[in-house]
């Protein structure tokens, strides 16, 4: 059975370019190995992330982000049994926050601000279909 997992958190401490570059290495060998799909969107201290697989698989990959010290005020957000994937094509894509029009923020929110805390999970959601559509991701698949 395969769901989507969405979630919300804060770097615990700074993040700078390398540290986050060795995450994202981390995750796609993670979800390489056991079959999750998914993308990240980081901004600030802000991790927004949808992950996509098998029942156990999503819950174990999610399971070792809540116990990561890296993380801080994880939040699931919206939770499905899906029939299909719409990120199949990401191991562990990355959105491009500096490329994000604000407009396309201010469409799901009240300011042109990326929080996922402030909106529901199916806004956060529909966010990310967005975003796939408009090619703002990036990262090897």
């Given at each position: ?35 999750v ?8 201290s802000?991790?927004?992330q ?16 809540v116990?990561?010290?890296r993380?801080?005020d994880?939040e699931l957000?919206y939770?499905?049994?899906?029939a299909?994937?719409?990120f ?9 926050v ?8 201010l469409?799901?929110?009240e300011?042109a ?7 529901s999970?199916?806004?956060?959601m529909?966010?990310?279909d ?5 090619a ?6």
């Amino acid at each position: 059975m395969l769901v989507r997992l969405l979630y919300a958190s804060r770097a615990a401490q700074g993040l700078d370019a390398e540290a986050l570059d060795n995450l994202l290495k981390q995750s796609k060998r993670n979800n390489q190995r056991d079959g999750v799909t998914g993308l990240l969107c980081f901004s600030g201290s802000l991790f927004m992330q949808v992950l996509e697989g098998g029942r156990g698989a999503v819950n174990r990959a999610y399971n070792r982000i809540v116990a990561d010290p890296r993380h801080a005020d994880v939040e699931l957000l919206y939770y499905e049994e899906i029939a299909e994937r719409r990120f199949a094509g990401w191991s562990m894509g990355q959105v491009e926050v500096s490329r994000l029009n604000p407009s396309l923020l201010l469409k799901y929110s009240e300011t042109a601000t990326l929080d996922p805390y402030a909106v529901s999970g199916k806004v956060s959601m529909a966010l990310f279909d967005e975003l796939v559509a408009t090619a703002s991701v990036c990262s090897s698949r």
